[in-house]
């Protein structure tokens, strides 16, 4: 299993309905609010950073009000 965070960054006064869809990703299992640059962090778990790739590309980008994210993989030490 592989883990990830991703900081997201979202369109003025579109929090609310980005939110509700990214609680939809089932691989997203937290979903944390900020304040500052970023306005989401979400830990997910997959298979492997091939999955973790896909998901941020093709479900959490493609998300309408989404204008930015950063993606951290989780290494083991």
């Known amino acids: 299993m592989a883990i990830g965070f991703v900081l ?7 929090e609310q309905e ?31 950073f091939d999955v973790l790739v ?5 479900q959490i980008r493609t998300i309408d009000g989404v204008v930015e994210t950063e993606t951290y993989p989780g290494v083991k030490l």
């Open 8 to 14: 997201i960054s979202v369109a003025p006064a579109r």
């Open 18 to 48: 980005v939110y509700k869809k990214l609680l939809k990703i089932k691989e997203i299992v937290e979903l944390h609010p900020l304040l500052g640059k970023y306005d989401f962090m979400a830990k997910l778990e997959v298979r492997d």
């Open 54 to 58: 896909k998901i941020v590309t093709d």
